[in-house]
């Protein structure tokens, strides 16, 4: 996990090469330590992810802003965390 400088914080977390449900899993914890209105940005590998961040930012109050594919393998989440 990394975070920037900047109006609000930002943070990556990369869980390429990760089975379902470890992507969610891990992106939950570590949302849990975020404060509301952060960006979080997640790399996943697992094409299971496509469904289960959305479902999972539902569940968990956080707003999915972007979902997209780079290539066959990868997806880029943007989520903000929610209060």
């Given at each position: 996990?990394?975070?920037?400088?900047?109006?609000?914080?930002?943070?990556?977390?990369?869980?390429?090469?990760?089975?379902?449900?470890l992507?969610v899993?891990?992106?939950r914890k570590?949302?849990?330590g975020?404060?509301?209105g952060?960006?979080?940005e997640?790399?996943?590998?697992?094409?299971?992810?496509?469904?289960?961040?959305?479902?999972?930012?539902?569940?968990?109050?956080?707003?999915?802003?972007?979902?997209?594919?780079?290539?066959?393998?990868?997806?880029?989440?943007?989520?903000?965390?929610?209060?």
């Open positions: 996990m990394t975070s920037g400088p900047g109006e609000g914080e930002k943070v990556a977390l990369d869980l390429r090469g990760l089975k379902c449900p992507p899993l891990r992106a570590a949302a849990k975020l404060a509301p952060t960006l979080l997640v790399l996943a590998s697992d094409p299971r992810a496509r469904d289960d961040f959305p479902a999972f930012c539902e569940n968990d109050g956080h707003a999915l802003l972007d979902c997209a594919a780079e290539g066959d393998t990868l997806w880029r989440f943007r989520l903000r965390i929610g209060g």
